[in-house]
């Protein structure tokens, strides 16, 4: 990895998330305009920039992808143990333990890991992030939403089954039958995609800087517990998934995408699941804006560990 071309990345992305959150405070951007493009992204670009990804990925070794998307199901569960004995340390309050479980799993693997993996290892690393990945939709309509939800079961289950069934999911299953199989798409088709899902990195920093302008800046920077929540949703995971990957003797190129996947701040799936549940959203929003704060020096940090 070149730390130089990672850093200017990070300020890259830095200054973009810094430009949605003017153009929220000019007006340019709001709630309302936040929630469109984010459907966009999520429903339109993303699954197109990952279809894009598949053509630019080699035709060697296709079968190999499915032992990753085994150990993608283990890294979720794998965190999903971490998260459930973190928020119970006494150094996260009782009263928050659920929400604390579910946001140590779920990161924004989409709206800031995708730029990141995109510019460190390039588009066919987009693919692989989906594969690692996968499980998330999974995991969030399932676990996320049980941890979350109140004793409403009829509600959990209609979170868990009709919301997982995303674009963004069917997609990744197109995309993972069109690269185990091999089928050729015409130029004129994956160019189409290339250039629709060229606009996701930009356009997911820009909504995630507008929407972090809505969030009460001070009060959430003055909240101690936040940056000690940050520790382990920054640091100590990405370090524990990076011990783990070497440990088990994973390539290089697959454990980069888990821990840098790993390191992404809180994801703003939470913070949806957790709306749609009826659960006070305060201590979600607060983490999603510090950690995403903190990340732009994190993320290199963990990356310079990565090459040691």
């Known amino acids: 990895m070149d730390l130089p071309v990672i850093f200017q990345t990070m300020v890259k992305l830095l200054l973009m998330l810094i430009l949605g959150y003017i153009l929220n405070k000019v007006d340019i951007l709001d709630q309302n305009t936040n929630k469109k493009l984010s459907k966009l992204i999520v429903n339109v670009t993303t699954p197109l920039l990952v279809l894009s990804s598949v053509c630019a990925s080699g ?30 340390l ?10 604390n479980a579910c946001m140590m799993v779920f990161a924004n693997t989409a709206f800031m890991g995708i730029p990141v993996m995109q510019s460190i290892y390039g588009i066919e690393a987009i693919f692989y992030n989906s594969i690692i990945n996968f499980p998330y939709n999974v995991f969030i309509y399932s676990y996320g939403a049980l941890r979350l939800s109140a004793s409403d079961d009829q509600q959990t289950r209609k979170i868990s089954v009709k919301s997982m069934l995303t674009p963004g999911f069917i997609m990744v299953l197109a995309a993972l039958v069109i690269f185990l199989t091999g089928i050729p798409l ?32 001070g009060e959430s920077l003055k909240d101690l517990r936040c940056y000690l929540f940050a520790l382990f949703r920054l640091i100590i995971i990405p370090l524990i998934v990076l011990a783990v990957c070497r ?32 659960v006070d959203t305060k201590i979600i929003s607060r983490n999603i804006l510090v950690t995403t704060v903190l990340s732009v020096i994190t993320i290199p940090l963990i990356s310079a560990v990565l090459t040691i």
């Open 59 to 88: 035709s060697e070794n296709r079968l190999s992808v499915l032992p990753v998307l085994g150990g993608a199901f283990l890294f979720y569960l794998g965190l999903i143990l971490f998260g459930e004995l973190a928020a119970r």
């Open 90 to 99: 006494p150094l996260f309050k009782k009263e928050n333990r659920n929400i």
């Open 186 to 217: 015409p130029d004129i088709l994956v160019e189409t995609c290339d250039m629709v899902g060229g606009i996701t990195s930009p356009l997911s920093m820009l909504v995630l800087g507008s929407t972090i302008a809505m969030y009460p800046l």
């Open 247 to 278: 440990g088990l003797q994973i390539d290089s190129f697959y454990t980069g995408i888990a821990v840098l996947s790993a390191a992404m701040p809180v994801g703003s799936m939470v913070l949806m699941i957790a709306t749609q549940c009826g």
